[in-house]
């Protein structure tokens, strides 16, 4: 048999029965479509994750105090109420370890701050002039903190766009100047920083930047650090920096055994991998999920080639008596199946792409639609094709003629 003749036996015998058949379809349709919609939410999941990491800076290297446990990745015992870093231990960094672009020592806590008869609970860090490049924070409007404010312990502040908006309210103007109230102290606003995106605890939009010693004087009461950044000059001496760090830091804390270190470092690498891990889950999760709907479309697509099987049984019967064999047999049903799952893949990979680019321009969620996801979910489409269609197009192959021409 032609293919142009078996295409055109499949046409027929696919548009015989159109509501079936588009029903049949539709369920491919479905699973196609989920799969490449959830692939984009779980990809854009993971490159907004990603992008917010390294905008809180470039070559990073955070040590915390606590002392470290577990394999791989450190994780800090007891992070946030361990005191055991100083302002001295960011001096020494600075000026002993080689390839450093910029250290900076934070103080950071949650208060209520007030201002205007509004309040708002947020991130107060106390910094030093060194945090805008190290953390890549630019300063919008008015001033950033400077080393004289540092030394003086004054008594101002420079507001991220969020926290300005929830004090003072949306597009609000001359906040420059004005005074806002942190633990009863009263601080001087100097500058507002420009808006970095991002949302949740660690958003850099939703802080108050204050001198590092006027934190540690009014707000910590002790001379303690919660937090030491560090950004060497490239990615290529990260691991160097890193190591250099965790030296300097061992001899000067006088410890000699590894284990029973009382801070952790942590790079910009091992932050980037551990969120790429937990997004990877995520997303294989929710392409597993969405693949159900394939393999119900697979079991919709089996149950009509079954049945066609028996409608058309004469006609096989037919088609065996005048010279047909059991591979043309065979060819047909099972081009009849891929042609199905086919045209389903089509219209799901464009319904799907369509939903992620919705979701997407609506500020839903971000996704982002890739070119393997789109490969694998037609792969899986030819597959589901030939799997299930495999076994309704080997029974109408293995049909005795006689019997079938019989049959009522």
Aim: charge should be positive; hydrophobic fraction near 45%; glycine fraction near 10%.
């Amino acid at each position: 048999m032609k293919i142009k003749d078996t295409l055109h036996e499949t046409y027929s015998a696919l548009t015989a029965n159109k509501v079936r058949s588009s029903l049949t379809v539709l369920g491919i349709v479905i699973g196609i479509s989920s799969v490449i919609a959830m692939l984009a939410i779980g990809q854009g999941a993971q490159n907004s994750i990603q992008n917010s990491i390294q905008s809180i800076g470039s070559n990073l290297i955070i040590v915390m105090p606590g002392a470290q446990r577990g394999a791989g990745i450190n994780i800090s015992a007891g992070r946030g109420s361990a005191k055991s870093l100083t302002l001295s231990d960011s001096d020494a960094i600075s000026k002993t370890v080689t390839s450093v672009a910029g250290v900076s020592p934070e103080v950071s806590s949650r208060y209520q701050v007030t201002a205007r008869g509004t309040n708002t609970n947020t991130s107060v860090v106390g910094v030093e002039s060194a945090y805008t490049t190290v953390r890549n924070v630019e300063v919008d409007t008015g001033d950033f903190i400077s080393d004289q404010q540092v030394a003086s312990g004054a008594r101002v502040a420079v507001i991220g766009p969020t926290a300005k908006d929830d004090l003072f309210g949306v597009g609000a103007d001359s906040v420059i100047g004005q005074s806002i109230k942190i633990k009863s102290i009263i601080f001087k606003i100097i500058g507002i920083t420009k808006a970095k995106g991002g949302s949740g605890f660690g958003s850099q939009d939703d802080m108050i930047f204050i001198p590092i010693t006027t934190a540690q004087r009014y707000l910590s009461g002790d001379q303690y650090v919660t937090s030491i950044s560090v950004s060497a000059q490239d990615s290529a001496s990260t691991a160097s920096v890193q190591q250099q760090v965790t030296d300097l830091l061992m001899i000067k804390h006088n410890i000699k055994d590894a284990a029973s270190a009382d801070f952790s470092t942590l790079n910009q690498a091992d932050i980037v991998s551990a969120a790429s891990s937990v997004t990877q889950i995520f997303t294989v999760l929710l392409g597993g999920v969405a693949g159900i709907s394939l393999v119900v479309g697979g079991i919709g697509i089996m149950n009509m080639m079954l049945t066609n099987v028996t409608e058309r049984t004469r006609e096989i019967g037919l088609r065996k008596a005048i010279g047909a064999k059991r591979k043309d047999i065979s060819r047909q049903f099972l081009i009849e199946a891929v042609v199905l799952t086919f045209s389903g893949g089509v219209i799901g990979v464009i319904l799907g792409w369509l939903i992620s680019f919705t979701v997407n321009s609506l500020g839903i969620l971000q996704t982002q639609v890739s070119l393997s996801s789109i490969v694998l979910a037609f792969s899986v489409s030819a597959g589901i094709g030939i799997v299930f269609g495999y076994y309704p197009a080997r029974r109408a192959a293995m049909l005795n003629p006689i019997e079938a021409l019989r049959y009522e």
